[in-house]
T-cell receptor, first 113, second 115 residues
Framework: DAKTTQPTSMDCAEGRAANLPCNHSTISGNEYVYWYRQIHSQGPQYIIHGLKNNETNEMASLIITEDRKSSTLILPHATLRDTAVYYCIVRALNTGTASKLTFGTGTRLQVTL | DTEVTQTPKHLVMGMTNKKSLKCEQHMGHRAMYWYKQKAKKPPELMFVYSYEKLSINESVPSRFSPECPNSSLLNLHLHALQPEDSALYLC??????????????FGAGTRLSVL
């Protein structure tokens, strides 16, 4: 699976949009971008995933650049409960390694008042 | 319901003890996973079960022994652990291993301390 690069940490004011970038310049055509987050003392939580089109669900939006070499996770109105480590993961589906989630170091998002 | 339940939440054991971690899900998922997470590090995959058969073992030492007695349960048997095995052990499940059905749902973990 392709490697990802994320900033170590970010701050966001409560109520503002949190934009978390991820670089995956070596992504292959059959690899999806997944986002998970881990709130302190909890297990990771699935947020969203996409291949090349932008995606939106009740938690977040995922914007993938046209060349697919980077993406941005957007939390439209961050709250204190969104303080967590956010992991961007690239993985190919329907392959022998599809079941593996390889977590990088992630971005620690701190939402402040 | 997307709940994966892990017990116990905390466990302290000596290096000569035998203990087991338990994981349960009632979502009808057929794939289950064990991850290990050291402090301030990302989770690392240990084992994957698919339809109650071991699918992936990430070269985990034999002192960790997984078991999947049925499609809802996953155990991790621990024996002769070392202090460096102290970590958060996370269980996850997904509908199966394939494609878009492989969204993994995680439990809250068991925090293990080996003395």
């Amino acid at each position: 699976d392709a490697k990802t690069t994320q900033p170590t940490s970010m701050d966001c004011a409560e109520g503002r949009a949190a934009n978390l970038p991820c670089n995956h310049s070596t992504i292959s055509g059959n690899e999806y971008v997944y986002w998970y987050r881990q709130i302190h003392s909890q297990g990771p939580q699935y947020i969203i995933h996409g291949l090349k089109n932008n995606e939106t669900n009740e938690m977040a939006s995922l914007i993938i650049t046209e060349d697919r070499k980077s993406s941005t996770l957007i939390l439209p109105h961050a709250t204190l409960r969104d303080t967590a480590v956010y992991y961007c993961i690239v993985r190919a589906l329907n392959t022998g390694t599809a079941s593996k989630l390889t977590f990088g170091t992630g971005t620690r998002l701190q939402v402040t008042l | 319901d997307t709940e994966v339940t892990q017990t116990p939440k905390h466990l302290v054991m000596g290096m000569t003890n035998k203990k087991s971690l338990k994981c349960e899900q009632h979502m009808g998922h057929r794939a289950m996973y064990w991850y290990k997470q050291k402090a301030k590090k990302p989770p690392e995959l240990m084992f994957v079960y698919s339809y109650e058969k071991l699918s992936i073992n990430e070269s985990v030492p034999s002192r960790f022994s997984p078991e999947c007695p049925n499609s809802s349960l996953l155990n991790l048997h621990l024996h002769a652990l070392q202090p460096e095995d102290s970590a958060l052990y996370l269980c996850a499940s997904s509908q199966d291993l394939e494609g878009r059905r492989n969204i993994q749902y995680f439990g809250a973990g068991t925090r293990l301390s080996v003395l």
